[in-house]
């Protein structure tokens, strides 16, 4: 789960994606943009970078707040969900590009940006420094990483247990901060509660497709999967809770 | 990583270093010059925290300040909060506290001067909106017994502000090694302890940055630094003409101002 996902893999999750941000109402995006705008970290003014945009949770909400926003985005399919989301809500101020993050580095950047921002595909860096280089040469003022924060003991970890894959995860959001901190960014966090909502069916493929990263899935694994998805679903949504860690600095721009 | 033990280690080597006089003694010898600096350019310390506290903060709100000084606090947050009690238990920090406080015509607070970890908790509890312990948690070893005694008091917010080591500029940052040569210097910061502590507990902690400038006379400046080295070293006429010397170097019209940075730490209590 920290490891460097290539882009096919973000390919096949852009449909289950898209149904998780759709039915959870782009929500995690719009807290981390209020969170911004409080702590006027963004302002209506800015032209903003966001690298790896999937299919537009915090692009979006980012784009209603904002100047323009510079959505990287190597996945094709992730792309298009990401097009036809802003198209369908009206939305004008987005330039999408299908690069992933380390490709668009090589332009010349030099202070483009009032912000630089990337949620859930930090680990797509495993040179948290290049990213803070990329950061500081092409942004004037912040930065910001978001992610979900590693989850407390409860049936949701004991089943990803059972499956196998929990124990490859370690905690992002803290690595992170600490990281950072021993990097001299005096670095700001916040947390907040969301909750995933996706169909039954989109948490069924989601799941699966995180177990089949690691190994072959058999079965039995998707008779586990159903059953899990089942007891947490209402009414066809499945609903899981999570807690968003958002992390801000002052770039050396 | 076990954070309570990276932090004794570190409380350990800083205390074993220790030659002259510390704990409260010293504390009673800094009252004029840390008056001076947390006073300056209109308390500015304090109203940076205060900033970024006051709207988690509910209207009026009942603060107690552990280790409150010469009201660092007290005068920036007066202005804008309720009732106030100030933890301190030096003597000649408290009549500071008291002199500024009468200055800035505020009334409406209350002193407690004992050593926050004499005082029996159970008679605070619940009592405040706000628990806060500024630049003063360094001196405890036993961070989570401290984080436990503040959240008894708590009704609400608690939060720790700490220092952070980096060099800014100031005289401070090449003058250990010129007196003390090749000994580490010991640190002081809470941080990141504090906040991976706080992590760990589930008790999703915030954290903001600020930077402040504090302001001092050129001879409270020397006064300060003395002390400091005292704790660590017999002072010579040599190691106190490289003090001079070097706070010198780094005033401008008789005042030394420096840069400093903290990390606001706060977290809520859950219901």
């Known amino acids: 789960m920290n490891e460097v996902s290539p882009v096919a893999y973000w390919d096949n999750r852009a449909e289950d994606y898209d149904n998780f941000i759709r039915t959870s109402r782009f929500s995690y995006g719009k807290n981390i943009v209020?969170?911004?705008?409080?702590e006027q970290v963004l302002s209506g003014q800015d032209l903003v970078l966001e690298i790896a945009g999937g299919v537009?949770?915090?692009?979006?909400?980012?784009?209603?707040?904002?100047?323009?926003?510079?959505?990287?985005?190597?996945?094709?399919?992730?792309?298009?969900?990401?097009?036809?989301?802003?198209?369908?809500?009206q939305i004008e101020n987005c330039r999408v590009l299908q690069l992933t993050g380390q490709e668009y580095m090589h332009q010349n950047l030099h202070d483009a940006f009032g912000l630089g921002?990337?949620?859930?595909?930090?680990?797509?860096?495993?040179?948290?420094?290049?990213?803070?280089?990329?950061?500081?040469?092409?942004?004037?003022?912040?930065?910001?990483?978001?992610?979900?924060a590693k989850a407390p003991e409860s049936p949701h970890t004991e089943f990803r247990k059972s499956l196998g894959i929990e124990h490859v995860g370690f905690d992002r959001v803290l690595v992170l901060y600490n990281a950072l901190?021993?990097?001299?960014?005096?670095?700001?966090?916040?947390?907040?509660?969301?909750?995933?909502?996706?169909?039954?069916?989109?948490?069924?493929?989601?799941?699966?497709?995180?177990?089949?990263?690691?190994?072959?899935?058999?079965?039995?694994?998707?008779?586990?999967?159903?059953?899990h998805v089942a007891a947490y679903s209402t009414d066809g949504t499945y609903a899981e809770p999570a807690t968003m860690g958002v992390i801000w600095w002052k770039t050396k721009g | 990583m076990d954070e309570q033990q990276e932090w004794i280690k570190e409380f350990n080597r800083r205390q074993a270093l220790y030659e002259g006089k510390t704990g409260l003694g010293y504390w009673e010898s800094r009252a004029r010059d840390f008056s001076e600096m947390r006073s300056s350019r209109n308390w500015e310390f304090g109203r940076r925290i205060l900033k970024t506290l006051y709207r988690e903060l509910p209207?009026?709100?009942?603060?107690?300040?552990?280790?409150?000084?010469?009201?660092?606090?007290?005068?920036?947050?007066?202005?804008?909060?309720?009732?106030?009690?100030?933890?301190?238990?030096?003597?000649?920090?408290?009549?500071e506290l008291k002199k500024n406080a009468s200055k800035?015509?505020?009334?409406?607070?209350?002193?407690?001067?004992?050593?926050?970890?004499?005082?029996?908790?159970?008679?605070?509890?619940?009592?405040?909106?706000?628990?806060?312990?500024?630049?003063?948690?360094?001196?405890?070893?036993?961070?989570?017994?401290?984080?436990?005694?503040?959240?008894?008091?708590?009704?609400?917010?608690?939060?720790?502000?700490?220092?952070?080591?980096?060099?800014?500029?100031?005289?401070?940052?090449?003058?250990?090694?010129?007196?003390?040569?090749?000994?580490?210097?010991?640190?002081?910061?809470?941080?990141?302890?504090i906040f991976n502590l706080?992590?760990?507990?589930?008790?999703?902690?915030?954290?903001?940055?600020?930077?402040?400038?504090?302001?001092?006379s050129l001879n409270?400046?020397?006064?300060?630094?003395?002390?400091?080295?005292?704790?660590?070293?017999?002072?010579?006429?040599?190691?106190?003409?490289?003090?001079?010397?070097?706070?010198?170097?780094h005033s401008h019209n008789g005042i030394v101002t420096e840069n400093y940075i903290s990390a606001v730490v706060w977290w809520k209590l859950k219901k």
């Open chain 1, 34 to 38: 209020r969170l911004l705008r409080k």
């Open chain 1, 56 to 89: 537009g949770a915090l692009t979006l909400p980012l784009c209603r707040e904002t100047r323009e926003v510079v959505c990287l985005e190597p996945a094709p399919n992730m792309a298009d969900y990401l097009k036809k989301n802003l198209l369908n809500n």
């Open chain 1, 117 to 148: 921002i990337i949620c859930h595909a930090s680990w797509q860096f495993p040179d948290l420094e290049e990213l803070l280089g990329f950061f500081d040469l092409s942004c004037r003022s912040w930065a910001c990483i978001a992610d979900t």
């Open chain 1, 181 to 227: 901190c021993a990097l001299g960014r005096n670095p700001n966090i916040s947390f907040f509660n969301y909750t995933m909502l996706r169909s039954a069916e989109s948490a069924k493929s989601m799941l699966k497709q995180v177990a089949e990263k690691y190994r072959q899935i058999a079965k039995a694994d998707m008779e586990k999967i159903n059953s």
């Open chain 2, 59 to 95: 209207e009026k709100a009942k603060v107690l300040d552990i280790g409150a000084g010469p009201g660092s606090l007290l005068v920036p947050f007066s202005e804008k909060l309720g009732e106030f009690t100030a933890v301190e238990p030096s003597t000649a920090m408290l009549s």
């Open chain 2, 104 to 193: 800035a015509r505020i009334s409406n607070f209350s002193v407690l001067t004992q050593n926050w970890e004499n005082i029996k908790t159970s008679a605070l509890e619940g009592s405040f909106d706000l628990v806060i312990i500024s630049i003063t948690l360094w001196m405890f070893r036993d961070l989570p017994e401290q984080i436990k005694r503040m959240e008894k008091c708590s009704r609400g917010l608690c939060s720790v502000v700490a220092c952070i080591d980096d060099n800014r500029g100031n005289s401070e940052d090449s003058l250990w090694e010129k007196i003390l040569g090749d000994v580490p210097r010991p640190s002081y910061s809470e941080f990141p302890f």
């Open chain 2, 198 to 216: 706080l992590y760990k507990m589930r008790r999703s902690p915030e954290v903001r940055f600020i930077e402040y400038q504090a302001e001092r």
């Open chain 2, 220 to 249: 409270a400046k020397i006064q300060q630094q003395k002390l400091f080295y005292a704790k660590y070293v017999r002072l010579t006429p040599q190691t106190e003409q490289i003090i001079e010397n070097e706070v010198r170097k």
